[in-house]
């Protein structure tokens, strides 16, 4: 079987098929697919490019060698936007994360291409645009809603997460998926589920003996569990589970599966100080890439889970 991987732009996919490589994978990119188009026509890959903005049939050819690729390689990770589209019987990935990160990595030059930005802020819009148009061009041209998570084996975050972490846990859930199938699975960083209630509420004995299991049970990155979480402004707040989120996380674990997302109000949330955002930092030994109270809206991860979790 093999793994298709795409995701957000700015979400480190190519870092991670490069940790992939390293454990035995092979790694077929659209990039690649491209190069070898070009030249069977005798084209350099700009003239190609150039051609295929005006000619349907290159598109067609691109997506024809990929399903092809598809049928005949095995424990290959072919690295493209809609190869999960194409690739028959594939693990399918998608890495999401959250839109400020990705224009950090953008902007400081990590993934930023061709583009060039003044500021984070111009970096972040033009992300926002970039994928925009991307959608509107994959529903006209193919009828795909390429950021509804139900197309997705396995959703995983990369916001907090190197690239040997997440092709760790693309690993583990591979392995999971030949076994038993499953779709739509949910992984967030345990450092961007952030709390939804005051930090006095911290019981230390039982956060100390959650911390100790959970380090016992250490052949995963991935907490024990599974977490009910609500979306508000762009952040995603517990809804229980947060000793096990904060043990789980001080015994090094990077990754939380998330059962169900509700969508609306949170109330609780409202309150926090930010000691009770510094306690849980220091509580779970990590620091939040965003605070709610310092920053109460924020773009979230640009994928879309309502049709996913709807309660």
Excluded at 111 to 128: H, I, N
Excluded at 183 to 203: G, M
Excluded at 271 to 297: C, H, I, W
């Amino acid at each position: 079987m093999n793994i298709t991987i795409t995701g957000n732009l700015g979400s480190g996919k190519s870092s991670v098929c490069k940790e992939l490589a390293a454990a035995g994978f092979t790694i077929i990119s659209a990039g690649d697919i491209f190069r070898e188009i070009a030249k069977e026509k005798g084209m350099t890959v700009i003239e190609l490019n150039e051609a295929a903005k005006k000619d349907r049939s290159i598109d067609d050819m691109l997506d024809a060698r990929s399903t092809q690729l598809g049928k005949t390689m095995d424990h290959t990770v072919f690295d493209s936007r809609l190869a999960w589209h194409f690739v028959e019987k594939s693990f399918k990935v998608f890495l999401m994360v959250d839109m400020q990160e990705a224009a950090r990595r953008v902007f400081d030059g990590s993934s930023r291409g061709a583009e060039v930005y003044r500021d984070r802020s111009e970096a972040l819009d033009g992300l926002k645009a970039r994928a925009g148009l991307e959608k509107e061009r994959f529903l006209e041209l193919y009828g795909l809603d390429y950021y509804d998570a139900r197309n997705y084996d396995l959703v995983l975050e990369s916001t907090c997460a190197s690239p040997g972490q997440l092709a760790q846990e693309i690993q583990r859930n591979f392995e999971l998926y030949q076994k038993q199938p499953f779709s739509a699975k949910v992984e967030c960083n345990l450092s961007c589920l952030y709390p939804s209630a005051p930090s006095s509420a911290i019981d230390l004995d039982r956060l100390a003996q959650i911390c100790r299991e959970e380090t016992e049970e250490n052949q995963t990155l991935c907490a024990g569990g599974v977490f009910s979480v609500r979306e508000k402004d762009g952040y995603y707040y517990l809804e229980q589970g947060h000793h096990r989120a904060l043990g789980a996380a001080a015994a090094g674990k990077v990754f939380a599966q998330v059962g169900s997302i509700r969508f609306g109000e949170q109330q609780e949330a409202a309150g926090l100080s930010m000691q009770d955002m510094e306690a849980y930092e220091q509580a779970g030994k990590f620091r939040y890439t965003a605070n709610p109270v310092q920053l109460p809206r924020k773009d979230g991860y640009m994928v879309d889970f309502s049709r996913v979790f709807t309660g």
